[in-house]
């Protein structure tokens, strides 16, 4: 394997918990202590149930809360704790698309004004210069040149959602997180965009992370992945082993739990009871022992620790 | 067999800037008695319009309805006394579950003076008499006991912890699913005949989607209540429908039994939806081309414009709905595989 192109260790972010007169009372902890390595050109998924801590995860990597603690290596280099002005400079090579690209348009500026804003700002790439890549990444997302001179409320959602990728791409980043980028969509809608999302990392070598839910999405994407539960990675190693033998008990439910089409019915043979803990009040030990079928004395009182299993690493006692 | 609910030709349109919005276009529909019947379609293809217009509750100035019948048990619901489908059919024969458990309770009032409020008015016991104005209504105290144990039972009965403090607790103590759990009660409390839930688990987790989908399934064919599920999602059409029905741009293209449907869909649209779900090995299919406007639908039929299979006659006719095998009917001129294995 390649030297990684974003490596992150025992990363935490907690965020402190106050009551009505701003005294903190607590901790809620989103992100408690997690490591992993993306190596170019590869697409990490990064799986599990809402609150797990996944997007903080995406948003701490990108610079937008600043990590509690742990270290994040994006090239080699620390890029946790820099000053705001390095931090804005690197903004080029890391880029972070939200749920739906397209509404991050200004929408009083044409399409054209939007591509170009973001070489403006950190390009010294002359006006033709900068339009002869505004329009060859035009091309990369689908979309005509026609497109270029119309206001975001002319395009249709899909049309706008390409643009909103485009104006991403224009800085030609080397590491893109994508935050749930297909949630909410219709199948057919989601198999566009995300032959899009491959098409594109194959014309600019791009490594992505893929903060999901959907654990369908993430299986036809993804080579290897993330689960995470509570903060904490559970699970890690190539999409289809886990797929085909998952070993901690969160990762076997969470598979168990997603409705195969002319398979089973998990309505039949689903088992997982209770509702994840708040992240502000885990429990001692391993975290998901409140819902664990295999849960034992152990669990309550040591956490696990990730260690390799059947090649990949999984935090359980029993697995 | 008998229908409990027959749509024939209902045809309803929006009031937009541009013109009337052809919403729904002669959609047929059936539910029998006791069957769980989903309701499948990309966002905008009418689902929820149909689905309210079932209930009623179309909004008023925007909504115009074209044509057709709603028929339950006999009666045509767009032409009975709108008082009479008040007290006896909305709420009571016919219950609904929203999308969205977080906006669907009030915030400032525990659940239990909610559900109450519910029972007042639409418990079983209460006589189907006309009622006075709201605030003079008066809540015997005989009747209150009565609907209140049937309140605990039901709560029991979704498995809600400790029922009695969740009936004074607010709507914010409880998780998305336990809110979703507490609707599901609200919609079997009246014990009606037909529940209607739209989209209900979208919100959801998979893990708690797969329990509420247990429980839902579990209760209505206990209960032998029907359900019009609608959904985008075709596993979880999957996981608790008897049949299926497919929607596309206010029309329906498809109506089949579960397995058939996922088995041997014959309607090329059909079968460029199920493709479009991600497969293990990674293959994605998407269907060409964009959904047509409602405001200047294409003729006919309306998928034809990104169907591989459109001819003349796709442009010109919408097609006659066409009985395949058992229970398995498609509108289609060109029918795939005619409903043979693939």
Not at chain 1, 110 to 117: A, C, G, T, Y
Not at chain 1, 213 to 218: A, E, F, I, P, R
Not at chain 2, 40 to 64: D, M, W
């Amino acid at each position: 394997m390649s030297a990684p192109l974003l490596e992150v260790v025992d990363l935490v972010r907690h965020f402190p918990v106050r009551n009505a007169f701003g005294r903190r009372i607590g901790w809620l902890r989103a992100v408690d202590g997690v490591s992993l390595a993306v190596s170019p050109g590869e697409t990490l998924g990064l799986v599990g149930e809402s609150g797990c801590g996944k997007s903080t995860f995406g948003k701490t990597v990108m610079g937008i809360y600043t990590p509690t603690a742990g270290d994040i290596r994006f090239a080699g280099r620390e890029i946790g704790r820099l000053a705001r002005r390095e931090r804005r400079a690197l903004a080029k090579d890391l880029q972070y698309v939200y749920q739906d690209p397209g509404a991050s348009l200004d929408p009083r500026w044409k399409v054209v004004h939007s591509l170009h804003e973001p070489l403006k700002i950190h390009t010294r790439l002359s006006r033709a210069e900068r339009d002869r890549e505004v329009r060859a990444i035009l091309t990369a997302v689908g979309l005509p040149d026609a497109h270029l001179d119309l206001y975001p409320h002319e395009l249709s959602g899909g049309q706008q959602r390409r643009v909103g990728v485009a104006r991403i791409l224009t800085l030609r980043p080397r590491l893109v997180i994508l935050d749930e980028p297909t949630s909410g969509l219709d199948v057919s809608v989601q198999a566009s965009v995300l032959k899009l999302f491959r098409s594109l990392q194959a014309t600019f070598a791009l490594t992505y992370v893929f903060i999901s839910h959907d654990l369908s999405v993430v299986r036809a994407m993804c080579a290897r992945i993330a689960v995470m539960y509570l903060g904490k990675i559970v699970e890690l190693g190539e999409t289809a082993a886990i797929f085909e033998r998952p070993r901690h008990p969160y990762t076997q439910s969470l598979l168990a739990a997603v409705p195969l089409i002319g398979g089973r019915r998990v309505t039949q043979a689903f088992a997982l009871e209770g509702e994840p803990p708040n992240p502000r009040d885990v429990p001692s030990g391993c975290r998901f022992r409140t819902r664990c079928p295999l849960v034992h004395d152990r669990c309550a009182v040591e956490e696990p620790a990730l260690r390799a299993v059947d090649g990949r690493v999984v935090a359980c006692h029993v697995a | 067999m008998a229908e409990l609910l027959a749509v024939r030709g209902l045809s309803v349109d929006f009031v937009t800037d541009h013109g009337p919005a052809q919403v729904l276009d002669g959609i047929n529909l059936d539910v029998a008695p006791g069957e769980v019947v989903g309701l499948v379609g990309e966002s905008g293809c009418g689902k929820t319009t149909l689905a309210r217009a079932i209930l009623g509750i179309l909004p008023a100035g925007a909504a115009r309805i074209r044509g057709g019948e709603v028929r339950f048990k006999g009666t045509d619901l767009l032409r009975e006394d709108p008082r009479a489908v008040n007290d006896r059919v909305r709420g009571r024969a016919i219950t609904f579950i929203p999308q969205d458990p977080f906006t669907s309770f009030s915030p400032v009032f525990p659940v239990g003076t909610q559900i109450m409020d519910l029972m007042k008015w639409k418990s079983p016991r209460a006589g189907a008499g006309p009622r006075p104005a709201a605030l003079f209504g008066r809540y015997p105290r005989e009747r209150w006991r009565a609907d209140r144990e049937a309140v605990l039972e039901t709560l029991r009965a979704v498995q809600m912890p400790e029922p009695a403090r969740t009936l004074r607790r607010l709507p914010h103590e409880f998780s998305g699913g336990q809110r979703q759990r507490l609707m599901i009660a609200m919609a079997l409390l009246p014990r009606p005949e037909l529940i209607i839930a739209d989209e209900p688990t979208t919100a959801l987790d998979v893990t708690i989607q797969a329990q509420i989908l247990r429980l839902l399934r579990a209760l209505v064919k206990e209960r032998g209540v029907s359900v019009l599920f609608t959904t985008h999602d075709l596993g979880t059409a999957h996981e608790i429908c008897d049949r299926i029905v497919v929607m596309y741009a206010g029309q329906e293209m498809e109506a089949a039994p579960t397995d058939a449907f996922f088995r041997h869909p014959a309607h090329p649209y059909t079968r460029r939806l199920l493709d479009s779900v991600p497969s293990p090995g990674g293959d994605l299919r998407d269907i060409p081309g964009e959904v047509p406007s409602l405001v200047a639908p294409p003729p006919g039929c309306r998928f034809h414009p990104r169907c591989d299979y459109a001819t003349a006659e796709c442009r010109a006719d919408r097609p006659a709905f066409r009985a395949l095998a058992d229970g398995h009917g498609v509108r289609c001129h060109h029918p795939v595989g005619a409903g043979a294995d693939p």
